[in-house]
C-alpha cells in the first residue's frame, strides 16, 4: 500500500511539475513577464538582461522621430531637404548618447549625460540630447502607475501614468511592446509622444498664466 501511495504521491508532483513547467513556458512568452524582468533588470544593474528586454536604439530612434512630428508634420510636404537632412544628422549623433546614458544608469544609477561616442569625439550630441530632455521634460518626470495592458497578436500597448514636479500633473505614457519570432516580449518605443507634448504644453501654460 505505501509503494502505492508514494506512486500516486510521484504521479501527482509530475502532473504538477509539468503543469508549472507549461505555465512557466507560457508565463516567460507573455509582454507582462518582459516588464517584471525589465523593472528586475532596473534594479539589480543588469544590463546585458536589460538590454534583452529593451530595443534602445529603436526606442529613442522614434523617440526623436516622433518629439519633432508636431513641429514638422503639418508642414511635411513642404519640407526642404535641408532641414530633414539636418535632423537625420541631429538625430544620429543623438540616439547613441541616449543609449549610452540609459545603459550606464542601469549599470551605475547615474542618468547623467555625459562623454562622448565613436561617431562624436566632439561631445556635441550630448549637448543636442538635453535639449531633447528639457523638450520632454524627461527631468521632473516620475512613475505614478501601470495602467493595463492590451495585447492584439505580436504587438502589445501598455499604459502608464507619469507625474511631472514641474508641472504638478500626471501625464499618460504608452509603451510598445513587440513579440519576436522565439514568442519573447521586448519594449521598443514610447508611443502617442506628440500627443503628450501637446498635454504636456498645455499644462506648461496653464501654470506660467
Given at each position: ?44 544593474h543588469d544590463a546585458e538582461t536589460f ?159
Open positions: 500500500m505505501l509503494n502505492y501511495k508514494k506512486a500516486g504521491l510521484l504521479g501527482l508532483i509530475i502532473i504538477l511539475l509539468a503543469a508549472c513547467a507549461f505555465y512557466f513556458g507560457y508565463w516567460i512568452r507573455t509582454p507582462q513577464y518582459a516588464l517584471n524582468v525589465i523593472s528586475k533588470a532596473l534594479s539589480q538590454s534583452q528586454y529593451v530595443d534602445l536604439d529603436n526606442l529613442y530612434d522614434k523617440l526623436f522621430d516622433d518629439s519633432f512630428t508636431a513641429e514638422v508634420k503639418p508642414n511635411k510636404e513642404r519640407a526642404n531637404a535641408a532641414l530633414l537632412t539636418h535632423l537625420t544628422a541631429i538625430k544620429r549623433l543623438v540616439v547613441p548618447v541616449f543609449t549610452a546614458a540609459t545603459l550606464n544608469y542601469v549599470k551605475t544609477g547615474n542618468a547623467e549625460l555625459t562623454g562622448s561616442t565613436a561617431n562624436d569625439p566632439t561631445g556635441r550630441g550630448v549637448q543636442l540630447a538635453m535639449g531633447m530632455v528639457l523638450k520632454l521634460g524627461l527631468t521632473n518626470l516620475e512613475f505614478k502607475s501601470f495602467d493595463g495592458l492590451n495585447k492584439n497578436g505580436s504587438v502589445a500597448t501598455a499604459k502608464i501614468t507619469i507625474y511631472d514636479r514641474q508641472l504638478e500633473k500626471e501625464l499618460p505614457l504608452l509603451l510598445k511592446m513587440q513579440a519576436g519570432p522565439d514568442g519573447h516580449w521586448k519594449l521598443v518605443s514610447l508611443d502617442d509622444i506628440p500627443a503628450y507634448l501637446k498635454l504636456r504644453q498645455t499644462a506648461l501654460d496653464a501654470k506660467l498664466k
